[in-house]
Structures are given as structure tokens and as C-alpha cells.
């Protein structure tokens, strides 16, 4: 399990270009008929199509949800993803006196988005089969963790060989946290004055349903340009 860094780079341009950073570090697994990306929707998947355009893999979306703070949104308390897996911070619901009634509403809340974004970037189209793969989960940052972990666990049910998370930027005890999840973590820059994965972009734009549909609908096995 190892984790990986850059030195010096303060900013990114965009998620794209924070992917073809990210992608140099995967370059190992560049033209694996075993390999597979996944982008964390929203945010994960412009990241995760340049990797995976990169690498000639192909691409799919993992959905996780990050279960919010009630008063402080950004903050997570904890994570749900896809198949009903559930990652809670017991140390911030225990600080902050968060109770099980608030716990629950927000998994179900978060669940039925799940549900809603599930049939908005699949359609009818099956969830991609892991069993056997190296995953490559790609998120545009790391704060909490909690996103990726649930997205870990939720992958680790499909049986893949291995699990790989990349990521442009993140907090360093994060990635230390995550090397217990996972078999390998690739982070391209850990600032030891990070506060938010936003303060590291020049564009932090919201990613929309539009957005990531139209990627997920780009070949990246034969990538014929820098952009689709």
C-alpha cells in the first residue's frame, strides 16, 4: 500500500487538468484489459475521464452520498453509497450530539438521490462488474474521507482484486486513514495547509447531471483528443 505526492503544486486549473496530473502517476496501468475507472459522481467523474482516457480504460460512475451536518452541510457526518453501504463518523455524531432520528433522515434523503442519480446516468444500463478488476476510484479531492470509504467498502462487495484511489489533492492523515481501506492510494498533492478541496481549484464549478452524462457517454479507450 503506498501513497503518492507532487511537491509544490499550490492550485489546479480545472478537474481535467487535475486528472492528467493525476493520470501520470497511474501510468502503469495504462492498456490493462483488467483495469477499470470509476469517477465519484459528481465531482470524481471530469477527473476520472482524463485518467481513464489516459490509461485507455474504460469509465463508470460510482455514486456516493455525503450525509451532511444539519447546520454545517459541508461537513460530513458520514457517507452512504450505492447498495445500502453506510459510513458513519461516530466521533463527530458523538461531539456534536447528533442523534440517531437526524442519522436516519439524512440516510434516507441521501438514499433516494442515490436512487435518482443512479437512473439519470445509467438508465437501464447495468452497474459495471468489478469481480476480478483492478477499480480505480477517483474522487477531485479528499476532505473527510468519509465519501471515499463508503465508496471503498461499496466496492469491495463486488469482489475486485484490487482497489486503487487516486486523487488530486487531499489532507495527509486522510490518505494515511484510507491506506487501511484500500491496496494502493495515489494523492498528487497533500498541502500541509489544506482547508477545502475547492481552495486548491481555480474552477470549482458544480458539476450537473448534463456534465456527467455526456462524459460517461465519451469513449476514453481510444482517446482522439484532449477533450471529448
Not at 465508496?151 to 482497489?163: E, F, K, L, Q, T
Request: proline share 5%; hydrophobic share 45%; aromatic share 4%.
Amino acid at each position: 500500500m503506498t501513497s503518492v505526492r507532487t511537491e509544490g503544486r499550490r492550485a489546479f486549473r480545472d478537474r481535467r487538468e487535475a486528472g492528467r496530473v493525476v493520470a501520470r502517476f497511474l501510468a502503469g496501468y495504462r492498456g490493462r484489459d483488467d483495469v477499470l475507472v470509476l469517477g465519484l459522481a459528481r465531482g470524481g467523474v471530469p477527473v476520472g475521464w482524463e485518467v481513464a482516457a489516459a490509461l485507455a480504460a474504460p469509465l463508470d460512475v460510482c455514486l456516493v452520498r455525503k450525509l451532511g451536518v444539519p447546520q454545517w452541510p459541508e461537513l460530513a457526518m458520514g457517507a452512504v453509497a450505492t447498495g445500502g453501504g453506510v459510513v458513519l463518523n461516530e466521533d463527530l455524531l458523538r461531539n456534536l450530539d447528533i442523534g440517531a432520528e437526524t442519522v436516519d433522515a439524512a440516510i434516507t434523503r441521501e438514499t433516494a438521490e442515490l436512487h435518482r442519480r443512479e437512473q439519470a446516468y445509467r438508465g437501464g444500463r447495468d452497474t459495471p462488474d468489478v469481480a476480478g478488476k483492478t477499480v480505480i476510484l477517483i474522487d477531485d479531492g479528499l476532505a473527510t474521507g468519509a465519501s471515499m470509504v463508503a465508496a471503498v467498502r461499496s466496492v469491495r462487495h463486488g469482489g475486485p482484486a484490487r482497489i486503487v484511489v487516486a486523487v488530486p489533492v487531499g489532507p495527509a492523515s486522510v490518505c494515511r486513514q484510507l491506506r487501511e481501506e484500500c491496496d494502493e492510494v495515489v494523492c498528487a498533492s497533500m498541502p500541509a495547509d489544506f482547508s477545502a478541496v475547492g481552495a486548491f481549484y481555480d474552477d470549482f464549478h458544480q458539476v450537473g447531471d448534463d456534465e456527467v452524462r455526456e462524459l460517461l457517454a465519451t469513449p476514453t479507450e481510444q482517446r482522439v483528443s484532449g477533450k471529448p
